[in-house]
């Protein structure tokens, strides 16, 4: 199914957004369990610190028939950019159920998590090896240098050069994608 399908299976789909504290149980298990397989047992393999770092913020839920079949996570963080600071919804935890992937659940997932940034942060951002698939929905990769405000200072983070993109909102300064950025320092991955 394209996208197109998935636009005709609308009738069939309900959108939620919910703050973390609102989870039902049986909502929880089955995203728990939708992130997880989705994101397999390989280097990008999910962890409870990720778990972790998508709870707090609003919940964005896709389902089909009653099924999550895909999820989103936004968080507030405090990126700085060329040492000025951001109010900024950070996305984390997107995943579709592995039998629903390619089928534009994703897309139109990500539409609604665009919406819900653009209307109440000065900035998107996101970690992700799957830059085409955010740039085609309006992210920009980052060129500039990575780091993060850990307790001891600012230190690089030179593996996540590349990785991060940003989500302009109408609320965004003019952005140098060539300029440092830095995220605030959290426990597991910082990006």
Do not use: K
Not at 60 to 72: C, K, P, R, S, T
Not at 120 to 133: D, I, K, M, R, V
Not at 180 to 190: K, N
């Amino acid at each position: 199914m394209d996208l197109e399908a998935a636009h005709a299976a609308l009738d069939r789909v309900r959108f939620s957004r919910v703050p973390s504290h609102a989870l039902t149980a049986a909502e929880i298990s089955a995203i728990r369990a939708l992130l997880w397989s989705a994101f397999g047992d390989g280097e990008d393999a999910m962890a409870e610190s990720d778990w972790e770092h998508a709870l707090g913020g609003a919940q964005f839920l896709l389902e089909l028939d009653g099924e999550i079949v895909a999820y989103a996570s936004v968080a507030e963080r405090r990126l700085e950019i060329d040492g000025r600071g951001l109010r900024t919804g950070y996305v984390e935890a997107v995943a579709t159920a592995v039998t629903r992937q390619r089928q534009g659940f994703g897309s139109l997932l990500m539409r609604e998590v665009n919406a819900y940034i653009a209307a109440g942060f000065e900035l998107g951002a996101l970690g992700t090896g799957q830059n085409a698939f955010y740039e085609r929905l309006g992210w920009v990769t980052w060129r500039g240098p990575t780091s993060v405000r850990a307790p001891e200072g600012s230190r690089r983070t030179p593996d996540e050069d590349g990785y991060i993109l940003v989500l302009a909102t109408p609320a965004s300064p003019p952005l140098d994608r060539a300029a440092p950025i830095s995220c605030d320092w959290r426990l597991g991955d910082a990006w």
